[in-house]
T-cell receptor, first 113, second 111 residues
Framework: DGGITQSPKYLFRKEGQNVTLSCEQN?????MYWYRQDPGQGLRLIYY???????QKGDIAEGYSVSREKKESFPLTVTSAQKNPTAFYLC????????????FGAGSRLTVL | KNQVEQSPQSLIILEGKNCTLQ??????????LRWYKQDTGRGPVSLTI?????NTKSNGRYTATLDADTKQSSLHITASQLSDSASYIC??????????FGKGNQVVVIP
């Protein structure tokens, strides 16, 4: 089955620790995205990548970092510089741009203790 | 700033009843509008896409409408089922390929 796999589903970390969320897709999509979802808010774009070895900051990139070394992989690192990291993180991919639909992963819920 | 406003924020409906969700946007220039369904703890899944020239589009028991003049869209759920309990998110794409997300309509269907 083609799709996007995010891991882990749930993650707990202590303040001051970095954590990396995995996102893998086998859809052969060019573009990949990371969104953050908080209760009562719309999805907010963290980072996106339209091609391997290239990525751009979204609206809330501070405290986050990404890499795109392979077409199918787009990991997100939540660093200790992120002031309020507890959230639900969604990875998505898209074939090309424009009207094409975003395909989302199942999400990763990060809780900072 | 492109904005998408959805109403009502949440609603509870009886199984078998109909409901309508609203989406108003200020996105310009407009490219397209999608409705996504997001089950609790899962990623959103696309239900339907509306372009400027389309007024109505159906996907099973889901019917979306678009009035590009008033910048309003609605999603109508017919004969609701328990599995319709979810958040429904309106997403508008502008002419610069940027997406604006609504906060979602939280629907709870009770037996």
């Amino acid at each position: 089955d083609g799709g996007i796999t995010q891991s882990p589903k749930y993650l707990f970390r202590k303040e001051g620790q970095n954590v990396t969320l995995s996102c893998e897709q086998n859809l052969n999509h060019d573009a990949m995205y990371w969104y953050r979802q908080d209760p009562g808010q719309g999805l907010r774009l963290i980072y996106y990548s339209q091609i391997v070895n290239d990525f751009q900051k979204g609206d809330i990139a501070e405290g986050y970092s990404v890499s795109r070394e392979k077409k199918e992989s787009f990991p997100l690192t939540v660093t200790s510089a992120q002031k309020n990291p507890t959230a639900f993180y969604l990875c998505a991919s898209q074939q090309g741009t424009g009207a094409n639909v975003l395909t989302f992963g199942a999400g990763s819920r990060l809780t900072v203790l | 700033k492109n904005q998408v406003e959805q109403s009502p924020q949440s609603l509870i409906i009886l199984e078998g009843k109909n409901c309508t969700l609203q989406c108003n946007y200020t996105v310009s220039p407009f490219s397209n509008l999608r409705w996504y369904k997001q089950d609790t703890g899962r990623g959103p899944v696309s239900l339907t896409i509306m372009t400027f020239s389309e007024n109505t589009k159906s996907n099973g028991r889901y019917t979306a409408t678009l009035d590009a003049d008033t910048k309003q869209s609605s999603l109508h759920i017919t004969a609701s089922q328990l599995s319709d309990s979810a958040s429904y998110i309106c997403v508008v794409r502008d002419g610069n390929n940027r997406l604006a997300f609504g906060k979602g309509n939280q629907v709870v269907v009770i037996p």
